[in-house]
C-alpha cells in the first residue's frame, strides 16, 4: 500500500497541492523555504497522530484557520483537517464507508514512516546504537550487562594491580631461608641463662676461694684445726653438690646471633604471608575474568537470538556496526542501503518512507535509493533543492504550491 494521491491545503508553508506521486521514488525539488519538506511533513501529518503532533505543533499555514491532507491510499482514503488547535481525522475506504477507530487502523498499518534513512546515517555512533535497538527486539537489558561487564573489569584491573605489587614484593625479598627457626629466637631468655650462669660461676669462684682459705687456716692454725676440718668438710660437701663451671663462649655467641636470627625469621614468615596473599590475588583475577568471558558470552548468545533488518547488521558498546565494522566505516550507497533496510523492516502495510534534506545524496546515493525501493516494493519521498533538470521526474515546489 503507497499514496496514490496526494492534496494538502495550508499545511506550514503549501497554500494548495496536488501530487500523483511516482511509484517508487518521488523527488520534491525546489529553493530553499519553498515549502518541500511541507510536502513530506504532511504525509506524517495525515498518518502520524499523536506522535506527529508532538513533532510538528503548527500544522496550520501561518495566517490561515483551517488546514487539510488528503491521502489516497487505494484501500484507504485519508482525511485529516485542522481548524483551529483541533483536528479531525477520517478514515474511508474508495466506496465512503468510514472506519470508527481511524487512528488505530492506521497505527496497525504504519511502519517506521518517522525513520528518515538520511538522517540516520548522520547521527552519531550512539544515537545510531539507540536507533537501532528501537527496531530490534534484544531479550536482555544490555545497559545492565554492560554495568556488570565494567564493575567485573574494574575489579580484575585492581586485582591485577594487587598480584604485580605482590609480585614485585616476593621477587624484592627472595627465597625463603630452609635453615631459619619458624619462631623467633628470644633474646632475654638467653641474657637470662647467661646471667645465671654468671652467678653460678661466681658462686663456684668464692667456694673455691674460701675452700683455700679454710686449707690455709688449717696449715697456719694447728689449734684451730678441729674446727677448720669441720669447716673443711662442709664445704667439701658443698662444692660436690655443684655442677661443673658452665662454658660462657657459646651463650655469648648465641645472644650475638639472636637478632640475626630473628630478623630472618621474620623474613621467612614476611615471604611466606606475601606468597599466600599472591595465591588469593591470582585466583581473584581467575575469577573475574571467568565472570567477563560469562558476561561476554551472555551478551553474544542474546545478540545471536536478535533479528537485525539488514544482514551485517549489528551493534558493539560504541555503536552500530556493519560487517563487523564501524558503520561510518561503510561507503555512502551502502549507509544508504542498510539505513533503507531499516526503515523497511517490518513490512508495513503503507510502504511509504520519508527522506529529509536528500540534497546530501550524491548520484551514488540516490541511485541506492532507486534500487532498494524497486527491490522491496516501497515508495520513498525524497527531499531535494534543485529542480527537474537535476533529477528527472521531479516535483518542483514554489512558493507553497506546484510549480
Known amino acids: 500500500m503507497r499514496i496514490i494521491e496526494l492534496h494538502a491545503d495550508n499545511v506550514k508553508r503549501l497554500t494548495a497541492i496536488d501530487l500523483t506521486p511516482a511509484e517508487h521514488v518521488q523527488i520534491i525539488g525546489g529553493n530553499n523555504a519553498a515549502g518541500k519538506s511541507s510536502v513530506l511533513d504532511a504525509i506524517w501529518l495525515a498518518l502520524g497522530g499523536a506522535a506527529a503532533s508532538r513533532a510538528i505543533t503548527q500544522p496550520v499555514r501561518a495566517g490561515q484557520d483551517t488546514a487539510s491532507v488528503r491521502l489516497d491510499l487505494g484501500e484507504y482514503i485519508v482525511t485529516r483537517t485542522w481548524k483551529g488547535a483541533k483536528s479531525t481525522l477520517v478514515v474511508s475506504t474508495p466506496d465512503g464507508a468510514r472506519h470508527q477507530s481511524p487512528q488505530t487502523i492506521l497505527d496497525g498499518l504504519l511502519g517506521s514512516l518517522t525513520f528518515d534513512p538520511l538522517a540516520f546515517t548522520r547521527m552519531n555512533p550512539n544515537a545510531q546504537r539507540a536507533a537501532l535497538l528501537d527496531l530490534v527486539a534484544v531479550p536482555i537489558d544490555l545497559d545492565a550487562l554492560e554495568h556488570q561487564r565494567e564493575t567485573a573489569y574494574v575489579a580484575r584491573t585492581e586485582a591485577s594491580r594487587y598480584v604485580r605489587s605482590l609480585e614485585g614484593a616476593l621477587f624484592a625479598m627472595g627465597a625463603v631461608e630452609a635453615s631459619v627457626p619458624d619462631q623467633e629466637v628470644s633474646a632475654a631468655d638467653l641474657l637470662a641463662q647467661v646471667r645465671s650462669a654468671e652467678q653460678h660461676n661466681r658462686d663456684r669462684r668464692s667456694a673455691e676461694a674460701e675452700l683455700m682459705e679454710y686449707q690455709q687456716t688449717v696449715a697456719r692454725l694447728e689449734q684451730d684445726l678441729r674446727y677448720a676440718r669441720n669447716a673443711l668438710e662442709d ?128 548520484a551514488e546515493g540516490m541511485a541506492a535509493v532507486l534500487e532498494m525501493a524497486r527491490a522491496h516494493d516501497f515508495q520513498v519521498w525524497v527531499e531535494r533543492v534543485g529542480n527537474q533538470d537535476r533529477d528527472q521526474g521531479a516535483v518542483i515546489i514554489a512558493d507553497g504550491a506546484v510549480a
Do not use: C, W
Open 235 to 362: 664445704t667439701k660437701d658443698e662444692l660436690e653438690t655443684m655442677t661443673p663451671a658452665i662454658d660462657l663462649e657459646p651463650l655469648n655467641l648465641q645472644v650475638a646471633d639472636a637478632e640475626e636470627t630473628n630478623a630472618a625469621v621474620r623474613r621467612n614468615h614476611s615471604i611466606r604471608a606475601t606468597q599466600h596473599d599472591l595465591g588469593n590475588a591470582r585466583t581473584a583475577v581467575e575469577d573475574y575474568t571467568l565472570r567477563l568471558n560469562a558476561l561476554a558470552q551472555t551478551k553474544a548468545d542474546a545478540l545471536a537470538a536478535v533479528q537485525f533488518p539488514v544482514d551485517g547488521l549489528g551493534f558493539d558498546t560504541t555503536g552500530v556496526t556493519y560487517n563487523g565494522l564501524p558503520f561510518s566505516s561503510a561507503s555512502s550507497a551502502e549507509q544508504i542501503r542498510v539505513s533503507l533496510g531499516m526503515a523497511m523492516a517490518g513490512a508495513p502495510a503503507i510502504r511509504v518512507i520519508r527522506v529529509m534534506d536528500g540534497s546530501l545524496l550524491d
